[in-house]
């Protein structure tokens, strides 16, 4: 069943978090660690990212989490993920023109951001903190 106040709960930090995005001058936010994911979507799976932009919330993970996605965060869209993260948020970010890409930059190993860097070579990352 899905809890319509703790839905609630997670559209706000959500709206809160886009507040910062002129402050930080970015079209979006990459989210990869565990608790931060929790805490924005609700998703309490243990392999996933998010996807944050002006207008949509993505949640990208493999197909074990589709039907926990589907209950915990359904304010996320689902991207299936098969084998690795980078094709499939490539597409994504492009897709929706994201420019400027922030990232937890505290939580982004450095052969992650690499591989992204290399991916999305059209995009600038921005590393942001809190």
Do not use: C
């Not at 996933?48 to 207008?55: D, H, K, V």
């Not at 209950?71 to 690795?84: C, G, M, N, R, Y």
Request: net charge positive; proline share 2%; glycine share 4%.
């Amino acid at each position: 069943m899905v809890n319509f106040e703790l839905i609630a709960v997670y559209k706000e930090r959500v709206k809160k978090l886009r507040s910062r995005f002129n402050k930080d001058k970015i079209d979006a936010v990459l989210i990869v660690k565990e608790e931060n994911r929790r805490y924005l979507s609700g998703f309490t799976g243990s392999d996933g990212i998010l996807l944050i932009t002006g207008e949509n919330n993505f949640i990208l993970t493999d197909s074990r989490y589709h039907i926990q996605v589907k209950k915990e965060a359904p304010d996320f869209k689902l991207i299936d993920v098969t084998s690795d993260f980078q094709s499939p948020l490539s597409e994504t970010v492009k897709r929706e023109k994201i420019r400027r890409l922030g990232f937890e930059s505290y939580h982004l190993s450095f052969q992650r951001f690499h591989g992204l860097k290399q991916l999305l070579d059209t995009t600038e990352l921005i590393p942001v903190t809190s």
